[in-house]
């Protein structure tokens, strides 16, 4: 007959020297200074969930985001007593997509890598799912899953049900890089791998480790002192002098010539406005780029695309030679390909040899952003020289003052009436510059979710250094947002932050009212409510002049929902912007997360969207985007 087994208050003696070797990384200061004192030995006999948790120690991997179940109960055990001596933080969730989100933020916006952490089956796919984000930002987190056992007793509850081996694993694989640690002795190798992937300089992205449930209190010698670090690489440039004569000869050439700043950008602002002003070239963001230059600053012709801007598509269109730098040439970014109709060369900055190399007709520079434009920037003629740059940097600017005034009208635009509601609310663009301009003035940072809210957030947010802004338009995740705001739940003085999201979006992932409140976030939901998927209903009106099945009849009273939540605060935004300002700093007093309910015009009408200057090539466009692809001459 089974018996239960009787929990114990009472470390045992493998427990209790766990808690010896966390307490002498607390009171070191770290897993490396504990190894250089001697407080740690080189070797040690561990389980391999603590040789895990040391060696992500040594690489800087201090909050885990995680939902446990039975394929990770040796490692949460370990995790619980490196907890209870403080020398990680766990932050446990309600959904794996949601927590994912949250990690991914975590890295993304504070530059601490953490760990996912989950059990078999579908919580792991839904974290894999997740992590899309990641791998499509370039953001390096630890995803660590629960895998079947190694002895191949049968099926383990949750495993896919295949004779195959490791297909977790080989899942995991397509999404990023995959480790399965069969061999409790290959976690040096595995670190190794993790760290050269989660912290590469130029296209980091998820890692994933997949622990057996077996393998996970296996008792094996380690050598600590072999555990890799974090990996750090020195900043490197092109070393032939000829490359930076030939780039400059090229800018020397063109009098039309327009810097891409994409995401890359972000982290080497002060070097692309160097470069920008050393060339007068006006620049042309991607949504993810914005306040690489300040929104105002004469050269900064805003975002380019399929969605893209007045200013920032023109430039695109009449360039003649395109610096590309840090961007990954996304299809929106680009125009699907044709967003560069005049260009006869392209100079690309990046350290992704095929990013790098990705149109036709290019000088790839590859190297660290900044390192490459401090070695090209003497090289560089005197732009005043070169004819026509003068009356194309004037051109540009004029259509930049077109798009600012385009801009302002539409963001102040009145509240129109929208048979939804049955009255007069306020536009979307209306709604979002009310909100952003308050988040500036506050100093909080702002996280977009996909759909429409994203699409007019990039058009309308008015940054001035990077990173005031997350958009996550990679994988341009619903409920990204939202989730988002969990990202500061481990960090010791966290920003202020504030997740623009639609009612689809905030629906995918409200767990974070629990969540939020759990883990002690401040901060704030602006919930932009249409009752649509308006993003995608205006592209069927575009295409095909009718909307289908992006809508819904059902009223959720958004307010109530979130007061239902103890600790949240939630508000009615109103129906004009001077009530929608008054909301906001109600929210914004409460100590804790915030809701703030904003109905917002649904109905598809001109005036309620900021518009879209560019090409896709999706739908019934295709035909003539890739007729026009093929005329490319990059």
Known sequence: MLQSVPKSKIDTPLEADMRDRARAV????????????????????????????LGLLNQGVRTYFAIFGHGSTDLGNVLRIYTEEEVVTVINCRNEVAMAHAATAHAWQYGETPAVVTSIGPGALQAMAGSLAAASNGVGVYHIYGDETTWGEGYNMQQVPKEEQGIFGRMTALMGQSYTLHTPEALRDCLRRGTNCVHHPYRAGPFFVMLPINTQPKETEFNLATLPGRLAVPATAPADEEAYREAAALTARHGRIIIKAGGGTRRHAAAVRALAERLGAPVVLSPGSTGVLPDAHPLNMHVG??????????????????????????????????????????????????????????????????????RLLPALPDPASVEGRDEWRRACGRKKLEWTEFRAGRTSMRPLHDPVWNREVLTQPAAIHTVQHFANEIGAVKFFDAGDVQANGFQIVEDDEPFRTFTETGASYMGFAVSALLGSAGIANPAYGIAFTGDGSFMMNPQILIDAVEHGVKGMIALFDNRRMAAITGLQYAQYEAEFRTNDSVAVDYVRLASAVSGVKAVHGGHTAAELSRALEEAHAHDGLSLVHIPVVGEHFDEAGMGAYGSWNVGNWVGDVQSRYLGQKI
Do not use: W
Not at 30 to 47: I, K, Q, V
Not at 359 to 368: F, I, P, S
């Open 305 to 374: 695309g399929s969605k893209g801007s007045i200013s920032g598509n023109h430039a695109m269109e009449g360039a003649e030679l395109v610096v590309v730098i840090g961007s990954r040439a996304v299809c929106q970014a680009d125009c699907s390909g044709i967003g560069y109709p005049n260009a006869k060369a392209v100079i690309n900055i990046n350290g992704d040899i095929a990013d790098a190399s990705h149109y036709a007709n290019t000088l790839a520079l590859t190297g660290d952003i900044t390192a490459v434009i401090e």
């Open 26 to 53: 607390r009171e070191a200061g770290g897993f490396g200074p504990a190894l250089a004192e001697g407080r740690l030995p080189a070797r040690a006999r561990l389980t391999l969930s603590e040789g895990l948790v």
